[in-house]
């Protein structure tokens, strides 16, 4: 394990289509971050986990979003009924929960929804 | 007002220059302070924390000025291999998720 691992990398979809996104975290890391990023701009938080438990999703742009770590190791985060506006590099971070310790990101997902 | 702000840039400085880049941030109660770098169509990684008491890494000195709500980010000698994204970033409060200002971008020509 290397580090922080996501999947797919890019992702092209048609708008209105849903899509799910895979984050495999730094093993022994219990926090998981998610955050998108447009051009121009820094991460935007959306959500983050400390092993299962899902402690802030008020960020999540809209109800369309959604994540989960149903067995505090790895993550998915779903958007349904994808709009063009959701085109971003979605960007998935672990860390330890053990003070304020780095946090290491993921190469990201591109999505383009046409 | 976004909770971090940062100078927009670019900055487009030679080699051998000194660069210095400027954060505030919003939110007093931040406990944790960060410079994170991001090279074009990469992934952010950490630079450096960002002490009270500033603190020094090899031609990177970050410092931090709580009265003020003021992080500070100065490269001396720049390399060209210092061109990427400078993020500041900010833990607010109690809350442990990272927040980032926009970057500012740095081009070191030769």
């Known amino acids: 394990d290397t580090g922080v691992s996501q999947d797919p990398r890019h992702k092209i979809t048609k708008r209105g289509q849903n899509v799910t996104f895979r984050c495999d975290p730094i093993?022994?890391?219990?926090?998981l971050y998610w955050y998108r990023q447009t051009l121009g701009q820094g991460p935007e938080f959306l959500t983050y986990f400390q092993n299962e438990a899902q402690l802030e999703k008020s960020r999540l742009l809209s109800d369309r979003f959604s994540a989960e770590r149903p067995k505090g190791s790895f993550s998915t985060l779903e958007i349904q009924r994808t709009e063009q506006g959701d085109s971003a590099m979605y960007l998935c971070?672990?860390?330890?929960?053990?003070?304020?310790?780095?946090?290491?990101f993921g190469q990201g997902t591109r999505l383009t929804v046409v | 007002r976004k909770e971090v702000e940062q100078d927009p840039g670019p900055f487009n400085v030679p080699e051998g220059a000194t660069v210095a880049f400027n954060c505030t941030y919003s939110?007093?109660?931040?406990?944790?302070f960060f410079w994170y770098r991001q090279d074009c169509r990469k992934e952010p990684k950490l630079l450096m924390s960002?002490?009270?008491s500033g603190n020094e890494d090899g031609r990177f000195t970050a410092q931090l000025n709580r009265a003020s709500q003021y992080i500070s980010l100065l490269i001396r000698d720049s390399k060209l291999s210092d061109s990427a994204t400078y993020l500041c970033v900010v833990m607010p409060g109690s809350a442990r998720q990272l927040t980032f200002g926009s970057g500012t971008q740095l081009t070191v020509l030769p």
């Open positions: 960002v002490y009270s």
């Open positions: 939110n007093s109660a931040s406990q944790s």
């Open positions: 971070a672990s860390s330890h929960y053990r003070g304020d310790t780095e946090a290491f």
């Open positions: 093993s022994e890391h219990n926090r």
